[in-house]
């Protein structure tokens, strides 16, 4: 037996002639036992929440994110997106084009993050299929004639969609000839209704077609940007500049380290 639990057991088993020492005594080691134990707990909740808050949000978006400096985005993101994926520190990439817009549903209308996506590409760097809790995983054009639409559970109940309603996206387009906007319908099928476990996505996004997305926003064959996923993603901030380095000028990148600062600086 080491030296410290020793002496300390022969301090609590001997006998004393004041009880009211074996009583303070008591009371220290329960006092220190239940301050660790306070502690251990608290840590273990903090570092628990920390780190579900960050897989859902990665279960969603990129570890690194790479965007172009020159508008209207990324042109040939096809040749972009497998030289990004043979670099050794790469699992997967995706494109996808992001606007901001209003949707209207069959019983009322709300602000929404829409975001385009190719659904071949996508699995590569999200977990989008697996968060579908109604309907499917698609976005195909069903018998309708209509392209169809996935939305985040809170953003369905607000708007009172549910699969297989159609709902209808407004966007404002900049006009090339006097710089002024005019705005843009398209109307959707609802093909699915997915959750996150994050209320600013589930209440807010929404993903249909790529290549509608690209027609709406006016994009020609760009996209916004670039999802990437790495094989850890502790070491999305030194991948993001080595990443950087290695696809070269007009591109650069951002890790999801940067994306949640506030967030987790906060935590």
Not at 191 to 215: H, N, R, W
Not at 234 to 240: G, H, I, L, M, N
């Amino acid at each position: 037996m080491k030296l410290e639990p020793f002496i300390a057991l022969r301090y609590i088993r001997s006998k004393h002639e004041n009880r009211f020492i074996n009583l303070v005594t008591f009371f220290s080691v329960g006092g220190i036992l239940i301050g660790v134990a306070a502690i251990i707990i608290v840590v273990s909740i903090m570092n628990g929440m920390e780190s579900e808050i960050r897989s859902r949000i990665l279960d969603t978006t990129a570890h690194i994110t790479v965007f172009s400096l020159k508008r209207p985005g990324v042109t040939d993101w096809r040749a972009l997106v497998k030289k990004i994926e043979d670099y050794p520190d790469v699992v997967g990439a995706s494109p996808f084009v992001q606007s901001k817009g209003a949707i209207a549903g069959p019983k009322s209308s709300d602000g929404v993050l829409i975001r385009g996506i190719d659904t071949t590409y996508e699995p590569h760097t999200s977990k989008l299929p697996a968060m579908v809790i109604e309907g499917e995983y698609s976005l195909a054009a069903p018998d309708s004639g209509l392209p169809e639409i996935l939305l985040g559970v809170y953003l369905a109940d607000q708007i009172g969609a549910r699969v297989g309603d159609t709902v209808a996206i407004f966007v404002l387009r900049k006009n090339s000839v006097f710089g002024a906007q005019k705005p843009v319908v398209k109307k959707f099928v609802v093909a699915g209704i997915f959750e996150t476990g994050m209320y600013d996505y589930d209440a807010i996004l929404c993903y249909i077609p790529i290549s509608v997305a690209q027609k709406m926003f006016g994009l020609g064959e760009a996209v916004t940007g670039i999802q990437v996923k790495i094989k850890n993603f502790y070491k999305a901030p030194q991948v993001a500049k080595k990443l950087m380095d290695y696809i070269g000028f007009p591109y650069y990148t951002i890790p999801w380290t940067e994306t949640n600062k506030n967030l987790f600086s906060w935590m």
